[in-house]
């Protein structure tokens, strides 16, 4: 079903890498909820990945940039203006990455040259994309910015290390910039704090599987797919969310407020029978 | 603008008194979504106001139904049912009244009979509807169920008294009831929680006035009106945002996550100038 | 180890029945730290419980009475007052209980009569103390008053039921009325919110053998017990605190925190592997 | 009045400067409480302040290092560990700065060598105190390391600028390393936020003295000072809160849980008539 929600919108869509990728899903919905955007990626994911497929079916284009140079924004930024005839109306980030988890550094081990390069790539990228959108005016009033965050900001998770971290920064950058931007030019800014997602980014983390299975029968809606949170990104791109502010918006079928489920315990009470019979 | 967002749902709205109330809103716009419902309140607010003229508008049943007696409920949600010809999608809770306030009783000086009227009329109805609505097995799968909040579940503001208790009880039961509602029947349970709003009920709460124009300073986007929160409902009614449940949302325009604005501390230092000069 | 932290301090300690109670040990350890106390609970626990055991040891009168009573509460006030020969210094509650619990009737079948009791006995008990000390001016400045909670107040434990609600309530009466007796008479109310502990009245709670493992594992510390309950009491109660109020304090290892731990990611896993194996 | 609390416990307390800082405080408290501790700052601080004052009031040596450097906190640690002839059991991280905030500029034209600067002081140092210490297998089991943070780490201010992302992900790592030096070590990591205090770098902070008088009027006990949060910091540090871990624990007065004091509004409504007089 298509509602016509993003009717003349205008956005820049951050991290679309396959068809796996949540802004993926993203740029399809809001292609058929009527909005034009721009893709963007770095050049080596534009390489490795399927962006063009995504374009080319939404008449979309194309442009590279590091969201880590200010330089590579501004240029991005620039020229989204240009193909849109002016300022544009939404951002979506959904860039993440850790080379301490890619390096199997533990959080005890942190490589701090791989941190700074983790909070860089996950959470100052937010402020960058921001700072240069604002410094070029490119958003119109009442626009709307999201990126994608995950429940480690605020719990530890086993194996997730420096990411989380960065999703605190993330999350706070949202508040800080939410504040500034709300105040001057009426925009909102929000993260969205979804479940775990088999994305390709998604599949590097370690024991994601059986934490899926863990999170999906402790969530009474079952973990939120990438389909789903496109459809969320939606209603808050859309003009019917225009007061939602400074939020981090679980998006999550439930998880964020279970501390036991009957399935999941069910699950954990298999595991102590096993442990009881053969320990 | 409309995008038929609730084209073929139906569903219940409590708490319409007037053009002012939330509930009012929501249903005009649930109307223009596409929505069908039945509009219900107590008899007493049904003939003090003027939700008739609404009923019309909407071209909705108006059911009375005291929100705290199981059984007009399960008169209401059978002859729902019968009106709908089968099972609805979804349900907004606004009601809140608290004797305590009316009667000028401080919290330090509760009527506890009071209070427990307090607590059934504005948290406990809430779960006699959900109670009631799961026994009659009354709401589709992927339904969606929503009560109105207020930040004073999680802070306290002078003058607003025994009904902080019963908001945060609210949020509570919506957390408790969406695990089962949504284990059960995928059906999704929230809470907004809205900015101070001038509606009959808002306005009996001291001091309103100057709050408002605290939180609006405080606020990056300025309180959030209760048109713009009839919008925020509606997707949440939507099919746009199945994952979402247990969750207080709030719609506010920033204010939850603020510490302190420039605006709002402007405001509080030429009080303070003043009363450093006459003091 | 003691450290006379209580010297000289006076208090009234509600719910110790025997010496699995929180506030058995919390008086015990009172007692070590130099606190003189009253010790109270209904009529019935006093009968089936071992209060007076605990009364002799610690040399502290028992006076009954109902804490859903203000008639009771008074009396037990004036008494202690009358006993301690002016004002106290602080106050523990720990009551709580659930008919529906009791009697098996699930959340989504609550008797809304049991829930009423649940509410009173759990919740507005705490307010009944607060609201009668202070128009009693029973409290000296600076004094501490400290309930126990439990994270099911945030997070939905699976057969907690209405429980949930009530210790939100709780938790939110101590901010409300620690509003009112900081500003009023610089005393400070707390909650504790602890692990899940074998009481009596813990033993009621559907499965919580197998809670307790899982929140042990998923806490870095461990599961907190009664005992280190009872010396966090202590830090509360004592004058090295007085700036802390309004608070919900987790006391729980690390738990509220935990997304998933190492260890129950591995029990979960042996039931995965277990049901893989069988399914 | 003091008690042993720290009878026999070791330490190292970062961030003295002079006697104004919570850091010298916390010395001056934990020496009363028969702690033996290592004081250290940077070099520039060392020259600058007054640590050799209070280091010959404690007997405590005083090790310089940077703790934006993994090779002196390596220095350091040992040494403190040669002092001690072996393992200490609490570690004080009192230690922000923003380059941005210095320089004047705001967060909406943040430099971002400046931002890095400023997390690598006021966040990441944290880690690499931790990490150091837990490589070097430097604290007893049962050890707390407690690091100062800022309400800003959940709320904005204006003015707080980069500094509250660096709280965030100060908090964020208290909870990430919280699991780890717990799980292996039973060591526990906690982070208090403390009212706004006028020590040398809080003078820095824009309008921080309207700032604090609105604080102080919002909280029902009146802002925290940093006498009372050494005393606060000696329970962390003592044997009675040996479960509390991962948590940020607001010492505040009560300020993080309200939403409006009687006394704040008056003021606030002085700055209302003052505005609506002249205006």
Chains 1, 2, 3, 4 share one sequence.
């Not at 994305?199 to 990438?226: C, E, H, Q, Y």
């Not at 998006?251 to 999941?264: I, Q, T, V």
């Amino acid at each position: 079903m298509t509602y016509n929600l993003l009717k003349g919108k205008k956005g820049i869509i951050f991290g679309a890498l396959n068809d796996m990728s949540i802004a993926w899903k993203v740029a399809e919905r809001a292609h058929e909820e009527g909005a034009s955007f721009v893709l963007t990626n770095t050049p080596v994911s534009i390489r490795m990945g399927e962006i063009h497929k995504l374009a080319e079916a939404c008449n979309a284009p194309v442009i590279p940039a590091d969201a880590t140079s200010t330089e590579d924004l501004e240029n991005l930024i620039r020229q989204a203006m240009e193909h849109f005839g002016g300022k544009f109306d939404f951002i979506l980030h959904s860039i993440g990455m850790s080379l301490n988890v890619r390096k199997g550094r533990t959080y005890d081990d942190l490589d701090y040259a791989y941190l700074m390069k983790t909070l860089d790539i996950s959470a100052i990228s937010f402020h960058k994309v921001l700072q240069t959108a604002r410094k070029l005016d490119a958003i119109n009033d009442w626009g709307s910015v999201v990126a994608l965050s995950y429940v480690a900001a605020q719990r530890t998770l086993y194996g997730y290390n420096d990411m989380a971290d960065a999703k605190s920064m993330l999350e706070s950058i949202a508040r800080s910039f939410g504040y500034i931007y709300g105040r001057d030019k009426k925009i909102r800014v929000n993260t969205i704090s979804q479940s775990p997602t088999l994305t390709t980014a998604g599949s590097g983390v370690k024991g994601i599987d059986a934490l899926m299975d863990f999170t999906d029968r402790m969530s009474p809606l079952g973990n939120a797919s990438a389909d789903e949170c496109a459809d969320y990104c939606i209603t808050l791109f859309s003009d019917l969310t225009k007061k939602v502010t400074m939020q981090n918006l679980f998006h999550d079928g439930g998880f964020s407020n279970m501390g036991m489920s009957y399935k999941a315990m069910n699950m954990y009470n298999k595991g102590l029978d096993n442990f009881q019979l053969t320990d």
